[in-house]
């Protein structure tokens, strides 16, 4: 992973001058003020832990699993967000762990827990290091230590009779993918951050894939869940469902590590589909399209795959950055993707079905040139991301979800908060979004924002502002964005969490007595509050 | 609602003198002592309620909503397990509340909870009384309300976008099928008790209906809930699913009442089917049926009913009591219904799809009239119960789920842990069971268990002991299926819920650490412990 930026640095690709020319003139895009930091030159301060909290937590995990060097904790400070790319590419590294553990155990886990008990040393669980909301960024400890879980990588058993299997948190998620499917088997869960991100990762934080349509969401997935917790642990899922008492496998999932540490997730598996096929279709009106894919949420057939950029993502084509600016033919209307899996003949019939219900709802088939053009760059997003960055372009992503009568006004007032707030900054930005995933109830709306990094200051030879300057205009518009989403009715997240950044409007969706129930569980399991505090929950002291 | 039995007393059937002769032959079955006793015979204790408690309640609903009058408590007494129905048709009233408390808006609730908290009254809510876990009868206490909820009983909303409908928690299932159906929609939902349960109750226990191949449990139609607790209200659920923390609706769904109040819940509505359609199939043995089942749930089609009988079940089909010792032609096999909703022409398309796999998977099909029987018969279990126990018949029902592959040896466990243990306490009893719900990952197992009341007693002129011995029998046994359960790994209740019959067990299936953090949960929302207690978690003191 690259550590100022996203994924393998081999896969990175330049924006062709042409797109950064349209930045230039769109969106009043400059050119940065020079290059990121060299990792070499990255120092964060010294660690906070003494050598007696090292000693024992190298006789919990062994010596060579406890690392204090410069590089380690660089890579362990913060997440994928485009504020911590923007505070790290700047060599700003106030949040690195003191250090970073690397247990093997589910006991090496509890014993790592014992002592950072004792020794009051928050722990902040660390899979693929993807989160966008502020999830590796604890609040008010004193010293931290990132429990990377990558040693934890075990499949650990296959059950082809139940059709599920037990994975270790540690593992990513391409990793458990091709072990599975040595077996035949595929878990069916591709988020953007497929290639870095981690199964306990997806549990913890209630991941959503982007066949989510037709394998439902990671925790739709998830049947069984062990987790190691400072007061002991928790060995939940003893059926697919239960009317003994409350499903506490939803207690833990979406508990962001505040609660204890995943270290087994049993998840249900699928054969390996024969085939799989992508086809476009594009509607007159997001609305219109909207509608579409509602028809086809509610009363079938499912597709695996179906999501809908609204005008403004269709005309940019942001999934793809050869084609951005020129995303549909004549860059007209809304552009729908739908995925279907199966045998061929299977494939065929749900097509034709599909295709039947997309005619009537007022849809136009567009073939499987844009389906495979999405499928083809479904992960290449972030990638994009760092090539904005390093162009100057200021680039950030937010999601939310309703019901979907609630849909329309959500999506209206996230887009108006956004454009208001950046333009009024003096960044007016491309506010796109696309249904990224679909239910028969309701809908979740993703959105991705372009702009200026900053103003062109008069006298300043044209050149904008340092990123400090981005990161001010940019809180005010994310803060905006939230209010707007808790003032119509949405979700504050439907995929990316709750972390530090949403932890404040999660509150008030939740209201102030549910919040003290999660504090109070938190509580009990973590009575030192240890445990990724400030995350989910506010911190002691601050309530 | 029968005070002694089940449902409308016009709907009770005798059994035809041969099931009757079948039974005493069979199963060693003599008739009972007398008749129950007579409505207006039977004597609650006085209420232990005081005027000033009285009077608050009364100004809090109107004091018309306040009953402490013989009949209200006595019909408020316990719920409706085969244990219950012999206390109470001997008069047994220990367990009856001081009164009957009838709130009409959820505010109404929260003052009757302010009130009794202030007065360390104990309230037990109350729908449709149809526990059979002893959800109803609280422990530790000095006096209890039973929260009767049937004023609340408005259809509030219905969102037809959305396909959701807001219903008020003492809304009868009937009720709610009418109300929704005059709008085109149903909810699907459809368990044994839908004559008498209400929708609060369906939550509060984690309802599993008939159609849950096809439109799953209650807990997975629920996307919204409003909950009074004694510090204030829960307000949940802002979209179908969500990536912002825990998915508190799941805490929430399975607290039987120990947490707070259900005053409203929102759920998904379908549009109501065209047409249905029912059949029976026949296989070799119980295990070839599963597989067969399996294969449905796994791969499809899914059928919206699925349920398989062992050998015992289809050789009685107690489904129907006109059929009982002639459920097959010829008496051999496993019976499964599998049920079809939709257009003619959906319909004939899945029945073709299905018919392949069922019959693929050794499968013969019994054409339409066993599942029609079935479906005619499908709620008349519980009237049948009454007239076994009018017989000197003892007739019970329990349930669990696993896993799959986990499936079998459950099923040889719980079925050898009833026959030994009745067959040693001198009542061997006929045992069987059917596959009521399947997933993709596993089913439920439903057994039946019928036997004589008790021993027949040399030199006692044949009569048998009286309900006691029964009910001493009946709990050793009972006690010995729930070890088996949670010895072979599944759980203690897949339908009925935990309530006080189940509380040990369950206490053993989510492990001590789990058990505490329901506590902590339930001592935040309830600080006097006056929800429900002994009720899911122990009350206090006895921990």
């Given at each position: 992973?690259?550590?100022?930026?996203?994924?393998?640095?081999?896969?990175?690709?330049?924006?062709?001058?042409?797109?950064?020319?349209?930045?230039?003139?769109?969106?009043?895009?400059?050119?940065?003020?020079?290059?990121?930091?060299?990792?070499?030159?990255?120092?964060?301060?010294?660690?906070?832990?003494?050598?007696?909290?090292?000693?024992?937590?190298?006789?919990?995990?062994?010596?060579?699993?406890?690392?204090?060097?410069?590089?380690?904790?660089?890579?362990?400070?913060?997440?994928?967000?485009?504020?911590?790319?923007?505070?790290?590419?700047?060599?700003?590294?106030?949040?690195?762990?003191?250090?970073?553990?690397?247990?093997?155990?589910?006991?090496?886990?509890?014993?790592?827990?014992?002592?950072?008990?004792?020794?009051?040393?928050?722990?902040?669980?660390?899979?693929?290091?993807?989160?966008?909301?502020?999830?590796?960024?604890?609040?008010?400890?004193?010293?931290?230590?990132?429990?990377?879980?990558?040693?934890?990588?075990?499949?650990?058993?296959?059950?082809?009779?139940?059709?599920?299997?037990?994975?270790?948190?540690?593992?990513?998620?391409?990793?458990?993918?091709?072990?599975?499917?040595?077996?035949?088997?595929?878990?069916g869960?591709f988020?953007q951050?497929f290639?870095?991100?981690?199964?306990?990762?997806?549990?913890?934080?209630?991941?959503?894939g982007q066949a989510s349509a037709g394998y439902?969401?990671?925790?739709?997935?998830?049947?069984?869940?062990?987790?190691?917790?400072?007061?002991?642990?928790?060995?939940?899922?003893?059926?697919?469902?239960?009317?003994?008492?409350?499903?506490?496998?939803?207690?833990?999932?979406?508990?962001?590590?505040?609660?204890?540490?995943?270290?087994?997730?049993?998840?249900?598996?699928?054969?390996?589909p024969a085939s799989a096929a992508y086809e476009g279709w594009r509607f007159?009106?997001?609305?219109?399209g909207a509608?579409a894919l509602?028809?086809l949420a509610?009363?079938?057939p499912r597709p695996v795959v179906l999501r809908l950029s609204d005008?403004?993502e269709t005309m940019i084509g942001l999934a793809d950055p050869g084609a951005i600016?020129g995303g549909l033919p004549d860059a007209a209307g809304c552009l729908a993707v739908v995925g279907y899996e199966g045998t061929p003949?299977e494939i065929a019939a749900r097509r034709a079905a599909t295709r039947a219900v997309l005619s009537?709802a007022g849809g136009e088939p567009l073939g499987d040139g844009p389906g495979e053009k999405w499928e083809h760059g479904r992960f290449n997003a972030?990638?994009?991301?760092?090539?904005?960055?390093?162009?100057?372009?200021?680039?950030?992503?937010?999601?939310?979800?309703?019901?979907?009568?609630?849909?329309?006004?959500?999506?209206?007032?996230?887009?108006?908060?956004?454009?208001?707030?950046?333009?009024?900054?003096?960044?007016?930005?491309?506010?796109?979004?696309h249904i990224s995933h679909v239910?028969?109830?309701?809908?979740?709306?993703y959105?991705?924002?372009?702009?200026?990094?900053?103003?062109?200051?008069?006298?300043?030879?044209?050149?904008?502002?340092?990123?400090?300057?981005?990161?001010?205009?940019?809180?005010?518009?994310?803060?905006?964005?939230?209010?707007?989403?808790?003032?119509?009715?949405?979700?504050?997240?439907?995929?990316?969490?709750?972390?530090?950044?949403?932890?404040?409007?999660?509150?008030?969706?939740?209201?102030?007595?549910?919040?003290?129930?999660?504090?109070?569980?938190?509580?009990?399991?973590?009575?030192?509050?240890?445990?990724?505090?400030?995350?989910?929950?506010?911190?002691?002291?601050?309530?």
């Amino acid at each position: 992973m690259l550590w100022s930026g996203w994924g393998d640095p081999a896969k990175a690709t330049p924006l062709p001058e042409p797109v950064a020319g349209l930045l230039r003139d769109l969106l009043g895009v400059r050119p940065a003020d020079g290059a990121p930091v060299a990792l070499e030159d990255v120092r964060p301060c010294s660690s906070r832990l003494d050598e007696a909290a090292l000693a024992a937590l190298g006789e919990a995990v062994g010596a060579a699993h406890v690392r204090t060097d410069d590089e380690a904790r660089v890579r362990h400070t913060r997440g994928k967000s485009t504020p911590d790319l923007l505070r790290i590419r700047a060599g700003e590294t106030s949040d690195a762990p003191d250090a970073v553990v690397l247990p093997g155990t589910h006991d090496e886990v509890l014993e790592v827990l014992r002592i950072c008990t004792g020794r009051r040393i928050a722990v902040v669980p660390f899979g693929g290091g993807t989160s966008v909301v502020g999830g590796l960024a604890p609040q008010g400890i004193s010293a931290f230590v990132a429990l990377d879980l990558r040693r934890l990588d075990a499949l650990v058993s296959v059950d082809e009779v139940s059709r599920t299997a037990v994975l270790q948190p540690g593992l990513r998620a391409p990793e458990a993918e091709a072990l599975l499917r040595e077996r035949g088997y595929t878990l069916g869960h591709f988020p953007q951050s497929f290639e870095w991100a981690t199964i306990g990762g997806f549990a913890a934080a209630r991941s959503s894939g982007q066949a989510s349509a037709g394998y439902g969401r990671f925790d739709e997935m998830v049947v069984g869940l062990t987790v190691a917790t400072p007061e002991g642990t928790l060995d939940l899922g003893r059926a697919p469902r239960s009317a003994a008492g409350p499903d506490l496998r939803q207690l833990v999932l979406g508990s962001e590590g505040a609660f204890g540490v995943i270290t087994s997730v049993t998840v249900k598996i699928h054969p390996v589909p024969a085939s799989a096929a992508y086809e476009g279709w594009r509607f007159a009106s997001f609305d219109r399209g909207a509608a579409a894919l509602r028809r086809l949420a509610q009363d079938g057939p499912r597709p695996v795959v179906l999501r809908l950029s609204d005008e403004a993502e269709t005309m940019i084509g942001l999934a793809d950055p050869g084609a951005i600016g020129g995303g549909l033919p004549d860059a007209a209307g809304c552009l729908a993707v739908v995925g279907y899996e199966g045998t061929p003949d299977e494939i065929a019939a749900r097509r034709a079905a599909t295709r039947a219900v997309l005619s009537e709802a007022g849809g136009e088939p567009l073939g499987d040139g844009p389906g495979e053009k999405w499928e083809h760059g479904r992960f290449n997003a972030p990638y994009l991301r760092d090539s904005l960055l390093d162009v100057g372009a200021f680039v950030e992503t937010l999601e939310t979800a309703t019901f979907w009568s609630g849909v329309p006004a959500l999506y209206e007032a996230v887009k108006a908060a956004l454009t208001t707030t950046l333009a009024d900054a003096g960044t007016p930005p491309l506010v796109m979004c696309h249904i990224s995933h679909v239910y028969p109830t309701g809908a979740s709306l993703y959105f991705t924002v372009v702009s200026a990094s900053g103003v062109a200051g008069p006298g300043q030879g044209g050149e904008t502002q340092g990123e400090g300057d981005a990161l001010a205009h940019w809180e005010k518009a994310k803060h905006a964005a939230n209010d707007a989403i808790i003032a119509a009715g949405g979700t504050i997240s439907h995929h990316h969490g709750v972390g530090t950044d949403h932890r404040d409007w999660y509150a008030r969706e939740i209201g102030p007595l549910a919040m003290d129930v999660l504090r109070t569980v938190k509580h009990r399991l973590d009575p030192a509050g240890i445990l990724n505090p400030g995350i989910l929950v506010p911190p002691a002291g601050q309530e």
